[in-house]
């Protein structure tokens, strides 16, 4: 049954939901240690135990323990690019859900700090992988018309995956529960093992490897209709590169077929190439500010700052509305995007995030009361999940054409990985040297950036990236 414009083949939304598994065990995974440190380290060793359960770090061994996950994820995300391409989007994502396993499975049963860590950074790696793969895989399965609404979907899979974190480390931020917090983090893997089978390779790689007829397959279930009668297949046949050579061929008795003479980008291809020059820094850009925008502090922070005026306990449940308030936020953006388009969501999140920045050096400089911080913090977050936190993942196979978004992704992902563990690692000094102030710093990035968004940054809504592409080269003529 063919799909009107405006209704969501149900497959596609399968399909999507599917791969945002990968997008759960990333945010489950960035969260999972934020709560149990004193039961694992702030205790006396049972010789008896095995594994044992109370594991003494210092403040440098947890700091290396909690960074290897941002370290793994730069390794994985400069590598996505190559594996999204030379095995396609699903089956990176598929064997992906391993790499996800053995971490797991190595913080589980780690003896020793030492193997927390290498565990950490196997996730890590995973988790990078998987913010190249899926970002790409739901985007190119999408409709143009239902590409912003389905793209957002790996943002809110990444903050359920920090919701059910926390919300599970009520209860087993023990010594005798936190080894049980890294079980459950095999349940999302598993799950995405079982279903993902089910799923089709995006139409979009299937043409970039001559494989005509089973892309003409995939976009049959995932749109719906004959696509002898639909344009998007010859735009997804002629989208494969414009830099490579090709010749499409035609029997009178099988479906159309690729001859192609194609050399696969890399990274520094793309870096060299002057038609991408435009649309890569506009993405890696948006990367880099996501990152330093001061979002990690203010969720990391959080309960810390919040045990300055109330009771641990309360301190935990702020902590959790702040969660619960980038989930509906993030899922207010899965509705809002479609309709009001990339850039205004952008900037929307920019300038409302620089404007509770500003307001929560102000708040604390005045003395005000504990409550106004309190919602300074949870707006500050809100605003944004409403646009910073999904448009740079889903922006980026949008302004990168079909072949180079492989080696675009590595960049733009690695970036990203990059600046957050920057921004790990000068956090601390930083809080410690400005204390609120360091809110300052954050909103002058925001309102630059927000400057840069509303001169530089295109609205894609609607927009192939070859669309797109013409229109970086007529504003660079």
């Known amino acids: 049954m063919a799909s009107s414009d405006g209704e969501l ?4 939304l399968f399909c999507a939901l599917v791969a945002s598994l990968t997008s759960f065990s990333f945010g489950y995974h960035s969260g999972v240690i934020n709560q149990p440190r004193d039961a694992m380290t702030n205790c006396t060793p049972v010789a008896e135990e095995y594994p044992p359960n109370c594991l003494p770090m210092n403040d440098w061994q947890w700091g290396t323990f909690v960074s290897m996950y941002l370290f793994g994820g730069i390794f994985g995300a400069l590598s996505g690019g190559h594996w999204t391409t030379s095995l ?3 089956r990176t994502i598929f064997y992906n859900n391993i790499v996800f396993i053995l971490g797991g499975v190595c913080m589980a049963l780690g003896p020793s700090a030492s193997a927390l860590t290498l565990g950490r950074f196997i996730v890590g790696v995973a988790a990078g992988i998987g913010t190249v793969a899926v970002p790409m895989y739901i985007s190119e399965i999408s409709p143009v018309e239902k590409r912003g609404t389905l793209g957002t979907f790996n943002q809110l899979g990444i903050v359920v995956g920090i919701l059910f974190s926390v919300l599970i480390g009520i209860q087993l931020a023990t010594r005798e529960g936190w080894r049980t917090m890294f079980w459950w983090s095999l349940a999302a893997p598993i799950i995405q093992l079982c279903l993902l089978p089910f799923c089709v390779e995006t139409p979009a790689w299937l043409s970039s490897q001559a ?4 892309s003409r397959d995939a976009l049959r279930k995932l749109r719906g209709v004959s696509v002898a009668e639909a344009d998007e297949a010859a735009s997804m046949l002629q989208s494969v590169s414009p830099l490579d050579v090709e010749v499409v061929t035609e029997s009178p008795t099988s479906s159309p077929t690729l001859e192609r003479d194609t050399k696969a980008l890399s990274i520094s291809d793309t870096l060299k190439s002057p038609q991408l020059r435009n649309c890569l820094t506009v993405a890696v850009c948006l990367h880099t500010i996501q990152q330093f925008s001061g979002i990690n502090v203010a969720i990391y922070y959080s309960t810390t700052i919040f045990q300055q005026s109330y009771s641990p306990n309360t301190a935990i449940a702020l902590t959790v509305l702040i969660s619960v308030v980038n989930l509906i936020m993030t899922g207010l953006s899965t509705v809002l995007i479609d309709r009001l388009g990339r850039k205004t969501l952008l900037l929307t999140s920019e300038l409302g995030m620089a404007a509770c920045a500003t307001g929560t050096v102000l708040a604390t400089k005045s003395e005000a009361n504990p409550g106004v911080l309190v919602a300074l913090l949870v707006a500050f977050v809100g605003m944004f999940a409403i646009g910073l936190g999904a448009v740079p993942w889903l922006i980026l196979p949008e302004l990168v054409p079909t072949h180079a978004v492989g080696p675009a992704a590595s960049l733009g992902t690695g970036v990203n990985w990059s600046s957050a563990f920057i921004v790990a690692l000068i956090s601390p000094p930083a809080i410690a040297a400005m204390g609120y102030d360091v809110f300052l710093v954050f909103a002058a990035i925001l309102f630059a950036s927000a400057a840069f968004t509303f001169k530089r ?15 970086f080269a007529l504003h660079s003529e």
Request: net charge positive.
């Open 88 to 90: 396609g989007r699903r």
């Open 9 to 12: 083949n149900r497959f596609v």
């Open 457 to 471: 940054v295109p609205e894609t809504k609607g927009q192939s990236p070859e669309a797109i592409e013409r229109a």
């Open 211 to 214: 494989l005509a007829r089973d």
